[in-house]
Structures are given as structure tokens and as C-alpha cells.
Nanobody, 120 residues
């Protein structure tokens, strides 16, 4: 059974940094697409960053481009989201997800989420 566990969230002041981790178990992240999503109160879930195994570079939402960095460590079966220059609008629950090629994210595996709160 695939399990994704996010960690690293917390409370940070605007301009600060956090590093989120997503540890996978039950299946290797090698060969799979991995993504970070977030959902703020009263808003729909949105894509933040993702890496398709077939692509060399991660994709980023315009709102986080230049501030967030996606990375994956195959040996640790973990993906990360380094978040710098945080803004109050980055406040949300952050989720990681895993999916196979030609599978929609909605049918992939999801973690339980980690809260990120940015105070202004």
C-alpha cells in the first residue's frame, strides 16, 4: 500500500523559508510523477510544483516561480519543496501526490497534508 507523509510545515514570518518533505513508502518514486499542491481556506486546491519523470525540469505555478524549488531524492524515496521568500498568500495546507504516467492526479496517491502559515 502506497503511503505519502508530508512534514516540515509550520508558522513562519513573511520573507522566511520552509522546506517541506514528502516521504513515500510502499512504492518507489522512481519512474513516477510527483507533485505538490496546496489548498487555502475557502479556495480550491491548486497546483504548486510538479515533476514528470519524463521531463528534466520541474513545472512551477507562476505564483511560486523563482521562490520555490522542487527536488527528489530517489535514494531516500522522498521529494522536497524548498520555499523561500514566503508570502502571506502562501498560507495553505500543502499536499504531495504521486501518480503514474497517463493517470490523472485525482486518481494518484495523496498525503495527508502539512499546514504552512505565513504571518505578515
Amino acid at each position: 500500500q502506497v503511503q505519502l507523509v508530508e512534514s516540515g510545515g509550520g508558522l513562519v514570518q513573511a520573507g522566511g523559508s520552509l522546506r517541506l518533505s514528502c516521504a513515500a513508502s510502499g512504492r518507489t518514486i522512481s519512474g513516477l510523477s510527483m507533485g505538490w499542491f496546496r489548498q487555502a481556506p475557502g479556495k480550491e486546491r491548486e497546483e504548486v510544483a510538479m515533476h514528470y519523470w519524463s521531463s528534466s525540469n520541474p513545472w512551477y505555478a507562476e505564483s511560486v516561480k523563482g521562490r520555490f524549488t522542487f527536488s527528489r531524492d530517489i535514494a531516500k524515496n522522498t521529494v522536497y519543496l524548498q520555499m523561500n521568500s514566503l508570502k502571506s498568500e502562501d498560507t495553505a495546507v500543502y499536499f504531495c501526490a504521486m501518480k503514474a504516467i497517463n493517470t490523472p492526479w485525482s486518481r494518484g496517491s495523496w498525503g495527508q497534508g502539512t499546514q504552512v502559515t505565513v504571518s505578515s
